[in-house]
């Protein structure tokens, strides 16, 4: 028989391992923390997006208002420094149930990329997904580079 811990990545079987232990405080303890870890444990997951060769909306914000608004072409070097960017960082997303006041975004069909400093959060239709990244990644993202 095997009593499952749910995680936020799935389950793990636990019985198994406590039934090895011995019934002592030190057993209590690690199961315990075994049990907290699994439930508190991230699900790191691998980003499956690919850019459209569309063209794509890039906005500027500043404190959650919109200040500048452009377009990327998808011929453009813009559009491929952020295929390359994301596709740089495709592993350790972790989900993400929160709203977030948008900074840089980009937004294409079905996708919005929004760049929070040292951040940035992807909504698709897999979900919502953040992970960190350096302000200084994705500085060429500005209406007002000449392209």
């Not at 996708?111 to 960190?132: C, D, H, K, T, W």
């Amino acid at each position: 028989r095997c009593v499952i811990a749910a995680g936020a990545c799935g389950s793990v079987c636990v019985s198994k391992f406590i039934g090895e232990l011995k019934v002592t405080k030190d057993a209590f303890r690690a199961a315990g923390i075994m049990l907290i870890i699994v439930a508190l444990s991230a699900c790191s997951e691998a980003l499956e997006l690919e850019l459209p060769k569309t063209p794509l909306e890039l906005d500027i914000n500043s404190g959650g208002r919109r200040v500048e608004s452009c377009t990327i072409a998808p011929d453009s070097s813009r559009f491929n420094r952020l295929a390359l960017l994301i596709a740089a960082h495709r592993d350790e997303w972790e989900p993400t149930p929160a709203t977030y006041v948008p900074n840089v975004v980009v937004t294409g069909p079905d996708f919005s990329i929004n760049f929070l400093r040292e951040f940035v959060v992807i909504s698709y239709a897999a979900g919502q997904f953040e992970r960190p990244i350096a302000a200084s990644e994705y500085d060429f993202l500005s209406c007002s580079s000449k392209e």
